[in-house]
């Protein structure tokens, strides 16, 4: 495959090194941030499960097909971009590709897989700023704290949402009911409606939270996760988990939004409650939504992800990523070895065998 190329471009991302870039990139897996990078000026190639993807894929791809999907496109990336969507790669051998590789792993929490495997590409941004020192650990390439963030597109068409006083539903949730891998939400959520107002919505968020007061936001593991970022978008306050992760660093509680104890449902219908009865939820709604739009749009997170790429071309990571390879695809193979042994990830028997395989032939250099 033909090596990097990178373009001066006039585009709205400022790089790192006092000019512009205007890139191919190839993004992996997640699709968040194909609209973002096209609309900053760059060229992309989306790889994935999601329809959204411009090579909608259902089943893994080696290092052949990925080769040959590029070739029949005549795309020759500058950077690729594997962005996590909480489920098993489907693409192998990425740690070879001779451009800068970038990889955003987002649950962590529920994937330990995900630090071995980020050992196979120049830089890791990681979501869960506590999960960061293990990222650190695993391998001498970047690891960054990139929270998550919010699509203010998602707004595009849903009729402005009133001020918080003047909405007409007090306390909103929307989120899957009773998710596998949280069984403390539906018992919370029961929890809460039996001392608070609270309507339970499944699907999209926007036209709900755009009518709502409050937003209720519950964690699986403690993460701080999109929602957060999401309800702030939409003008509505956020009352959510008092965690870690960098919470009280992005956003100040009374200021931005409201905490509860993590899992004291009592006690987050009583700060709903008084929420609503006082007068600074649509302060609170006004900041969070300010915050989050200024400094956590998946637009100022594409412009972190771009200046990175830079600097790894710049820095000729891809060649020192290449040199180390044997040591690199040593902590591969233990994330492939993960996949196929991880009896909670819903995988076929083939699928499985395909991992051990990878793992095995990786080892082997």
Known sequence: MPAPVLRRFPVACPAPLGYTLAMRILCIDGHFFLRAFRELGHEVLGIGPSCLMDVPVDRVLSLKDLHDILNARGFAPDAVLWADTCKPPLVAGLETLPWPTLAYSIDQYLNPWHQSYSAGFDAVFVAQKDYLPMFEAEHPRPAVWLPL????FVLRGVPPG??????????????????????ARKP??????????????????????TRSRLALN?????????????????????????????????????????????????AAAGIALAALAGDKLEEIARSGREKALRRHTVEA?????????????????????????????A???????????????????????????????????
């Open 149 to 152: 963030f919010c699509d203010p």
């Open 162 to 183: 009133l001020e918080p006083g003047g909405r007409d539903i007090p306390v909103a949730f929307v989120g899957t009911p009773d998710p596998g891998a949280n069984p």
């Open 188 to 209: 919370f959520l029961d929890a809460f409606e039996r001392l608070a107002p609270l309507t339970r919505v499944c699907g999209d968020y926007a036209p709900v939270f």
């Open 218 to 266: 519950q964690s699986a593991a403690g993460e701080l996760n999109f929602r957060v970022f999401e309800a702030m978008c939409c003008g509505v306050a956020v009352l959510t988990e008092d965690i870690g992760n960098g919470l009280g660093e992005l956003f100040t509680p009374g200021e931005d939004l409201l905490v509860y104890p993590r899992g004291d449902a009592p």
């Open 301 to 329: 997170r594409a412009k972190t992800i771009l200046a990175w790429a830079a600097r790894l071309a710049a820095q000729g990571a891809p060649a020192r990523r290449l040199r180390d390879i044997a040591a690199v695809r």
């Open 331 to 365: 902590r591969m193979a233990n994330a492939y070895a993960i996949l196929a042994l991880d009896e909670q990830l819903p995988l076929t028997p083939e699928h499985r065998r395909f991992y051990l395989e990878l793992a095995a032939a990786v080892r082997g250099g």
